[in-house]
Structure formats: C-alpha cells, structure tokens
C-alpha cells in the first residue's frame, strides 16, 4: 500500500512563507508525476504545481515566481516552496502521486495525500 504524507502547513502572515513536504512510502518502483493542489472553501480542487520524474515542471499561473516544485526522487518526495504568500493561497493543499507503479505490479495507480492547512493571514 502507498501512502502520502504530508507537512510544512501552517498560519502565516502576508509576505511570509513556508514550505510544504510529501513523503510517498510504500514498495514504489517508479513515480511519474508528482504534484500539489489546492482547495478552498466553497471552490474546486485546483492544480498549483506538479514536477515529472524527469525534473518537467508545470505551475497555476497566479503561483508563477512565488511557489517553487522540487523533487528528491530517491526519497519519493516533493516540496513546494512557498514565498510571497497572499490571503488568495489560503487553502486546503493536497499532495498527488500519478503512474505510480508498486514493485512486483503492472498497474500505474494514483494516490493522494490527506491534505494540509495552509492560512495566510492579511
């Protein structure tokens, strides 16, 4: 079974930062793609960034130069640097694992993490 973990939430102020961190464990061969999204009250889940085993990154426009994605794939882990935040960030964030493929199986699968708090006070 693989699992997603997540930390790094928190409250902070505007202008502050912080840095989230997602642990997949688990017999995991391989992990495609690797990502971060988000949901507040009352709207969709929404894509912040995701960051392909090859190091390929894709960001939410409004993130763009503020959010940083890395990846440490020998610890089947990704990061979400997170400066300049704004009230508009403040959201629920969800860790995602997709084509992750588990030793011994043929099967890409997709997984999500529980989700962390993040609150950006104004």
């Known amino acids: 079974q693989v699992q997603l973990v997540e930390s790094g939430g928190g409250l902070v102020q505007a202008g502050g930062s912080l840095r989230l961190s997602c642990a997949a464990s688990?017999?995991?061969?391989?992990?495609?793609?690797m990502g971060w999204y988000r949901q507040a009250p009352g709207k969709q889940r929404e894509l912040v960034a995701t960051?392909?085993?090859?190091?390929?990154?894709n960001c939410l426009d409004s993130v763009i130069g503020r959010f940083t994605i890395s990846r440490d794939n020998a610890k089947n882990t990704v990061y979400l640097q997170m400066t300049s935040l704004k009230p508009e960030d403040t959201a629920v964030y969800y860790c995602?694992?997709?084509?992750?493929?588990?030793?011994?199986?043929?099967?890409?699968?997709?997984?999500w993490g529980q989700g962390t708090q993040v609150t950006v006070s104004s």
């Open positions: 995602n694992a997709d084509g992750v493929r588990v030793r011994g199986s043929a099967v890409w699968r997709n997984y």
């Open positions: 688990g017999s995991i061969s391989s992990i495609n793609v």
């Open positions: 960051i392909t085993n090859s190091g390929s990154t």
